[in-house]
């Protein structure tokens, strides 16, 4: 959910393409129920986070959270924290408000929007205790890998937004974009590698295993986690 900055004339490269879908009755109940409180409409302008939870505990940002499995199961146990969740996908968005209703988090805001777009223009500096990334488009044909949203740009704007001593979560069950991960993270030196240089990390406890990687599990499918903490 990124966009690469691109000269005047020139249009951005996306790491998305948009594809609207349907909504489900129970999705379409849950968007004009909970849109107007956990939806943000982003204008462009600076976010106000401790406005926008009603307090100042911790933020924690998921890029492109899917179907919002994992990011309501990681709302739910951490109630002190606050979560905020980009995604451009109306009936993602539609299902992580049905699953946020039938949960009654509070602790969860959600934009619709390009992900990029928000970090650089809606976060401040220092203002996220975390960032994640879990299962992003892979975009494996190589002439395509420009897409991907792992990219040095990104990774500049994300050693602003996050707080010294905050982290960064990837995970990916593409072993070739795990290994461009780990490129992209290790040659930024205001992180470091929490499972030391090269290596990648067993999976959290904090990432919820979703039905989609367990049905990848099945078939007997890989899948790397990078865990790199923001350098004071």
Not at 106 to 132: F, K, M, S, Y
């Amino acid at each position: 959910m990124v966009t690469d900055p691109a000269p005047p004339g020139h249009r951005p490269v996306r790491s998305f393409v948009l594809r609207e879908g349907r909504l489900t009755r129970g999705q379409q109940r849950a968007f004009e129920r909970m849109w107007p409180r956990l939806g943000v409409d982003f204008d462009g302008r600076p976010l106000d986070l401790p406005a926008l939870f009603g307090n100042d505990r911790p933020v924690w940002l998921e890029i492109g959270f899917g179907n919002g499995e994992a990011l309501a199961e990681m709302a739910r146990r951490h109630p002190r924290r606050n979560y905020l969740g980009i995604e451009v996908h109306r009936p993602g968005v539609g299902h992580l408000l049905l699953r946020a209703q039938e949960l009654g988090l509070e602790n969860l805001r959600v934009l619709r929007h390009d992900a990029v777009e928000v970090i650089r223009d809606g976060i401040g500096d220092a203002a996220l205790a975390g960032v994640c990334l879990f299962f992003p488009d892979p975009w494996h044909k190589k002439r395509h890998h420009k897409r991907r949203i792992l990219q040095p740009a990104l990774v500049e704007q994300l050693a602003r937004v996050i707080r010294p001593g905050g982290l960064f979560h990837a995970a990916t069950d593409w072993q070739d974009y795990a290994a461009q991960m780990m490129r992209v993270l290790s040659a930024d030196d205001r992180f470091e590698n929490c499972a030391g240089p090269g290596a990648y990390t067993p999976r959290p406890q904090e990432r919820p295993l979703t039905r989609f990687e367990q049905r990848g599990q099945r078939l007997g499918h890989g899948v790397w986690d990078l865990l790199f903490r923001r350098r004071p």
